[in-house]
């Protein structure tokens, strides 16, 4: 019998799911605001699926129903891919150790 | 066009690389690279994408116009934000990330071919189930969002909104959105889809306005979480292991965020869920403090104060965000530092509106991170310490809460600030702080209060120092 590819993929999810957990317990307390804001940022990768929905279909009309909601998306995850690592980044860069005197 | 296999290996080092990025945060020295390595994933993610659809057309320079346009807004956001304005920000984003997901629900269920799920009317049931969870959980995440949004923002107000039988409306709507998915998967009609979404719209908002201001660090990490459960059930919808693994991992550290700030504040996660707290019922229960004496300073006796002391912790709250002090703060530091006095700062886990909020604040105004304290790591420093100088935290500082059973504080873990030989506490007024308690602190006998506004009170000490 041959196993579900579902199987395959919730077994993904699982063992991400506890690789977060231990990534996310070695976070400084001191850094998740910017642990926000770079989660935020990943999470865009659904723009993975809003790229494949604006492009579907056949190309004399790109401006169906479901690729109109595609590019919509494409919009919303691209604020927010440009906007979450840019202003994780300022933050990091404020981070300084002491001068050594 | 390259082949599936090729592109679902591309997905899984962009799932990788996005671990990583989060690795890097480990530590202030290594999470630059981080944040590189989520870029490069995301890029990795997007190219491989395009290439895998193949076929360029008049479509592609469409799609890569609106990337542009929303990563040139982003880019703008991202710049002109000021740090004080972070947790609204956060807010905000979580909000876009739950629209994008519902967005690509509807695609996906619309066209069900572009995704290989099957025709419309006829979607495979395992696909159909997914992109509904990853559906209803983005529109809870998206009007959830733009609630705390407003709250933060102080465009609605933070106080808890509640009203009769609002638990008993929440569990009948949260029940519908079950029912609704199960109809429509029997039927694969429109109308069960689009009613769905529309209810857990619905359903985002009114969990949380009976959330009040100071549980926001909580309602953030819980909203950062779903955002993350989103992405995973449209994942799931795509069969894209980039969008499984990353929705897993910010499922997990959002979940994990969230318990973080329930701890801080001692309290379960669905009594803040519940919401209500610091509304009329717990001040409700005032113990007449019958006009204890409050000692009141001005900043020339805070100056001579810190002066003569040889070791001062700075307790920086919520407070020092809304009076935009900690640059005055940082500039007081360096002169105390001047004088050979020993300065720290001790930051409560749920300090300010969101985790990490005060941290924030203090690196902006280039306090360099070794210099800045977790609970734990100070809370044994106050009894050797001279002088606490509190700034717009309160019942982070309470004593009553290691006391006093019958508070509705007790248990939280606390600062230890009355352990110092003074405590110099600025603040506005005598008023309880958000959980509604009277700060026993205010009336010891080594406190001076300082009554003014941080940001002022502030510069005037630095003055009086000089």
């Known amino acids: ?18 690789v977060g957990y231990y990534v996310v317990w070695s976070v400084t307390p001191s850094l998740h605001t910017p642990l926000m804001s770079v989660t935020n940022a990943i999470s865009s990768v659904i723009i993975v699926g809003a790229i494949i929905a604006a492009l579907a279909g056949s190309s004399e009309n790109i401006f169906e129903m479901s690729n109109i909601f595609g590019f919509l998306a494409i919009v919303l995850a691209a604020v927010n891919i440009f906007g979450g690592f840019l202003v994780t980044q300022r933050m990091l860069q404020m981070y300084k150790k002491k001068k050594k005197k | 066009m390259i082949s599936a296999n090729l592109s679902a290996i591309f997905y899984l080092i962009s799932g990788i690389l996005f671990i990583l990025a989060l690795r890097g945060l480990s530590s202030p020295e290594t999470s630059r690279q981080g944040n590189f390595f989520g870029i490069l994933g995301m890029i990795i993610a997007i190219t491989v994408t395009f290439f895998t659809i193949g076929n360029f057309s008049t479509s592609t ?8 346009v929303g990563g040139a807004i982003g880019a703008l956001i991202a710049f002109k934000i000021p740090m004080t304005a972070m947790p609204e920000l956060v807010a905000g984003f979580h909000s876009l990330v739950g629209l994008a997901a519902v967005f690509v629900a509807i695609s996906a269920f619309k066209n069900p071919q572009a995704f290989n799920l099957g025709v419309p009317g006829d979607i495979k049931l395992a696909s159909l189930i997914e992109m509904s969870i990853g559906a209803a959980v983005g529109a809870i995440t998206f009007s959830g969002s733009i609630i705390a949004f407003l709250k933060l923002r102080g465009i609605m107000s933070g106080s808890p909104i509640t009203f009769t039988g609002q638990h008993i409306v929440n569990l009948i709507i949260g029940i519908s959105i079950f029912l609704l998915i199960y109809f429509l998967c029997i039927s694969q009609s429109e109308n069960f889809f689009w009613s769905m979404i529309a209810i857990s ?7 949380i306005i009976p959330i009040g201001g100071a549980d926001m660090p909580v309602v953030i990490s819980m909203l950062n979480s779903y955002s993350g459960w989103a992405a995973a059930g449209i994942g799931f919808t795509l069969e894209n ?3 499984i693994i990353t929705g897993a991992l910010v499922g997990s550290s959002g979940a994990i965020l969230s318990y973080i700030m329930c701890k801080g504040m001692n309290r379960s996660f669905f009594s803040v869920i519940l919401g209500g707290f610091g509304g009329d019922t717990s001040v409700s229960k005032d113990k007449k403090k019958d006009q204890k004496p409050v000692k009141s300073g001005n900043a020339e006796d805070a100056a001579f104060l810190l002066k003569n002391a040889s070791s001062v912790i700075i307790v920086p709250g919520y407070g020092m965000a809304v009076a935009q002090a900690q640059h005055a703060l940082r500039e007081m530091v360096d002169t105390l530092k001047k004088n050979d006095i020993k300065v720290s700062y001790a930051v409560h886990p749920v300090a300010g509106r969101m985790p990490g909020h005060m941290n924030v604040l203090l690196a902006e105004a280039n306090v360099p991170y070794d210099e800045v304290f977790e609970l734990d790591d100070i809370n044994n420093d106050f009894a050797n310490t001279d002088v606490a100088f509190v700034i717009g935290a309160n019942d982070v500082t309470n004593p009553v809460a290691k006391t006093d059973p019958q508070s509705p504080i007790f248990g939280m873990p606390v600062l230890d600030v009355e352990k110092c030989k003074s405590v110099l506490f600025v603040k506005r007024s005598l008023s309880p702080g958000y959980a509604g308690v009277d700060n026993e602190l205010f009336y010891r006998e080594n406190t001076m209060m300082l009554f003014a506004d941080a940001k002022k009170m502030t510069e005037d000490i630095v003055k009086n120092i000089n």
């Not at chain 1, 041959?2 to 506890?18: C, N, Q, T, V, W």
Request: aromatic share 22%; proline share 3%; hydrophobic share 80%.
């Open chain 1, 1 to 18: 019998m041959e196993i579900d590819p579902f199987i395959f993929r919730f077994s993904i999810f699982i063992l991400a799911i506890f």
């Open chain 2, 61 to 68: 320079i469409y799609v890569l116009i609106f990337l542009l």
């Open chain 2, 201 to 207: 719209f619905l359903i985002g908002v009114l969990l």
């Open chain 2, 241 to 243: 292991t980039a969008l």
